[in-house]
């Protein structure tokens, strides 16, 4: 049975940091490019991390910098290091292979605020 769970967020400051964690069973991701995405209030998920089977790491304009994507295999797990945070990265982040191709995850919050 395939899952994803997302796990590790919360409520921070702005400059501050979170790691987020995306455990799947099911299958091996290592196999698969995967992503993360965030679903603002009021807008459309949007992938803003990847990473490719072979390791290799994209992140949109919006979080270079600032925001880290990694992969522990024996783990079969996903992380999204955030730091830096801004009120505008406040948004359900949620994990899944760069097509959506997975069921969705419950996601986690992130709350950016003073």
């Known amino acids: 049975q395939v899952q994803l769970v997302e796990s590790g967020g919360g409520l921070v400051q702005p400059g501050g940091s979170l790691r987020l964690s995306c455990t799947a069973s099911?299958?091996?991701?290592?196999?698969?490019?995967m992503g993360w995405y965030r679903q603002a209030p009021g807008k459309q998920r949007e992938l803003v991390a990847r990473?490719?089977?072979?390791?290799?790491?994209t992140l949109v304009d919006s979080v270079k910098g600032r925001f880290t994507i990694s992969r522990d295999n024996a783990k079969n797990t996903v992380y999204l290091q955030m730091n830096s945070l801004k009120p505008e990265d406040t948004a359900v982040y949620y994990c899944?292979?760069?097509?959506?191709?997975?069921?969705w995850g419950q996601g986690t919050q992130v709350t950016v605020s003073s």
């Open positions: 099911g299958f091996i991701v290592r196999l698969y490019t």
């Open positions: 899944n292979d760069v097509y959506g191709g997975f069921s």
């Open positions: 990473i490719s089977s072979g390791g290799f790491a």
